[in-house]
């Protein structure tokens, strides 16, 4: 488009400057959000949101590693035994807790859901326990 007078050059001008500060308006609130989405709280819960989503890889590897360690963690409960009864029963320990972690992953998910939820609302309890700081301490937590 070619300007050929004064007239259209600040019309020009003044739609460009409209322009301007549109993109400008928009460039600040996308960086609030970038900004909101890159804290600490926010990447963790995300991370932990995605991790147990049935279907994906993580959740079976999710599941395999909790079955893993409950069979190691048993292990070292147990201790060795010198036995073949011990032995035979140790191992039978171990793979019962291993499976048994395996299976129930869904339920052991909703309390660790459940636990991640009451550490994150933490705020609440300081302004149920002590409202007369509840300002002070609102500055202090976020």
Same mark, same amino acid.
């Given at each position: 488009?070619?300007?050929?007078?004064?007239?259209?050059?600040?019309?020009?001008?003044?739609?460009?400057?409209?322009?301007? !500060?549109?993109?400008?308006? *928009?460039?600040?609130?996308?960086?609030?959000?970038?900004?909101?989405?890159?804290?600490?709280?926010?990447?963790?819960?995300?991370?932990?949101?995605?991790?147990?989503?049935?279907?994906?890889?993580?959740?079976? !590897?999710?599941? $395999? $590693?909790?079955? *893993?360690?409950?069979?190691?963690?048993?292990?070292? !409960?147990?201790?060795?035994?010198?036995?073949?009864?011990?032995?035979?029963?140790?191992?039978? !320990?171990?793979?019962? $807790?291993?499976?048994?972690? =395996?299976?129930?992953?869904?339920?052991?998910?909703? =309390?660790?859901?459940?636990? =991640?939820?009451?550490?994150?609302?933490?705020?609440?309890?300081?302004?149920?326990?002590?409202?007369?700081?509840?300002?002070?301490?609102?500055? *202090?937590?976020?």
């Amino acid at each position: 488009m070619k300007i050929n007078n004064k007239q259209e050059l600040e019309a020009r001008i003044i739609e460009f400057e409209k322009k301007k !500060v549109i993109q400008e308006s *928009l460039l600040v609130s996308q960086f609030h959000t970038t900004k909101e989405s890159l804290r600490p709280k926010n990447l963790i819960k995300k991370a932990f949101s995605n991790l147990g989503t049935p279907g994906t890889v993580a959740h079976t !590897v999710l599941k $395999a $590693a909790g079955g *893993l360690g409950m069979g190691l963690l048993t292990k070292q !409960v147990l201790g060795k035994s010198n036995s073949l009864t011990g032995k035979l029963l140790n191992t039978a !320990v171990e793979l019962t $807790a291993g499976t048994g972690m =395996y299976k129930n992953t869904d339920k052991l998910k909703a =309390y660790g859901i459940a636990i =991640y939820h009451n550490l994150f609302k933490i705020k609440n309890i300081f302004l149920i326990l002590k409202p007369d700081y509840s300002s002070k301490i609102k500055r *202090l937590i976020t």
